[in-house]
């Protein structure tokens, strides 16, 4: 592998996905750029509740974002599916005294099925009539490989939250300590290439 480029901030590789340092934030507005057409003529608000200052997090770009997207998009989905109610989704980030950062994706939608709560991130759970059950399991793999955990809980008065918690990655560590891949041994890793 050559050297990366002077000023570059790459540090690691795996296959051909480049592991980089990342400001969530940035990667946040990026994603949320890419809604504005499909939400316009929708009555559906966006708040963003973003932390001033955030540490950087080490990981691949397509990944992080591919998290985004998935939780932006089932929030989109559940709003959608609620009439005449408030239908707003809420995007916050927060540094956690510098160890770590904090996604998470509220929304006012009906909220996940109690009876289903422990199975949403298994790969093919869907309650949608034309879903695949990905979504959410995809998410779950890239935020443990990233060494970051993934859970939801119950919004008031209803909805739920969405949380992603990424360990910090000073620009100065040398070591990264994003997980390798493991050999494609499921569906899942070998259609998105894990
Ligand atoms: N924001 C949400 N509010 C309520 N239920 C949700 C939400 N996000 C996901 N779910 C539930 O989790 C299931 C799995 O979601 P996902 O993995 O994205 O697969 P899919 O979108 O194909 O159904 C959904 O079918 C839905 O029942
Ligand atoms: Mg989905």
Known sequence: MPPPPPGSSTCWSVRDATVRWHGVNELVLEV???FHAELAG?????RLELARQLPPVAGHNGQFHEVIINLVDTGIAALRAIKGERRELTVRTEDQKGR???FELEDTGPGIDPNRSDRIFDA?????PDG????????QRIVERHNGQISVSPAHPHGCIFRVVL???SRSSSVLTV??????????????GY
Do not use: D, H, N, Y
Request: aromatic share 2%; hydrophobic share 40%.
């Open 42 to 46: 929708e009555e559906i608000a966006m």
């Open 124 to 128: 093919f759970t869907s309650t949608k």
């Open 100 to 102: 770590s950062v904090i």
């Open 167 to 169: 360990p910090a990655s």
């Open 132 to 139: 695949i059950g990905l979504g959410l399991a995809i998410c």
């Open 32 to 34: 949320l750029r890419t």
């Open 179 to 192: 997980a390798k891949p493991r050999r494609a041994s499921t569906p899942i890793e070998e259609q998105k």
